[in-house]
């Protein structure tokens, strides 16, 4: 994910990064770096000049770019991330909650960077229906 002020943008991925288990794997740590949890891997990094501006989401939208969505275990870890993004400071842009307009048993919340990437963290109790052919 591109951002404009690498360190400024870790003050919100780092107690996201630490809630949701990712830790650093590659990078310099003052321009980028990725993070995993042994099965995603997300690098942020500065970009100057900026190649892209996004708006800030309003919330209407179905789809928005520059979304990310990560699939957790349980619940009770949306909430955790959840929480420790609160407690960090941070507001989110959708909070936890069932969100059956995205299939059965769906629960997730989402924030938002400075640089308006979206990050979404969600759990399907219910599995999903299989896709048409």
């Keep these: 994910m591109e951002v404009e002020?690498?360190?400024?943008?870790?003050?919100?991925?780092?107690?996201?990064?630490?809630?949701?288990?990712f830790g650093k794997g590659w990078g310099d740590g003052k321009s980028y770096a990725g993070h995993?949890?042994?099965?995603?891997?997300?690098?942020?990094g500065e970009?100057?000049?900026?190649?892209?501006?996004?708006?800030?989401?309003?919330?209407?939208?179905?789809?928005?770019t520059d979304h990310v969505g990560f699939s957790v275990g349980r619940r009770e870890d949306v909430d955790?991330?959840?929480?420790?993004?609160?407690?960090?400071?941070?507001?989110?842009?959708?909070?936890?909650?069932?969100?059956?307009?995205?299939?059965?048993?769906?629960?997730?919340v989402t924030y938002c960077d400075a640089d308006n990437n979206v990050i979404e963290f969600g759990h399907?109790?219910?599995a999903a229906p299989a896709a048409p052919n």
Excluded: C, H, Q, W
Excluded at 8 to 15: H, S
Excluded at 36 to 43: E, P, S
Excluded at 47 to 64: A, D
Excluded at 85 to 90: T, V
């Design 5 to 21: 002020n690498f360190s400024e943008a870790m003050k919100f991925y780092a107690p996201l990064f630490a809630a949701a288990g």
């Design 36 to 44: 995993t949890n042994g099965g995603y891997t997300l690098f942020i």
């Design 47 to 64: 970009s100057k000049p900026r190649r892209v501006t996004r708006r800030m989401p309003t919330g209407e939208e179905f789809v928005v």
């Design 80 to 108: 955790a991330i959840d929480a420790a993004m609160r407690k960090a400071g941070f507001k989110p842009l959708f909070p936890a909650a069932e969100l059956p307009e995205f299939g059965p048993g769906f629960y997730a």
């Design 124 to 126: 399907r109790s219910v």
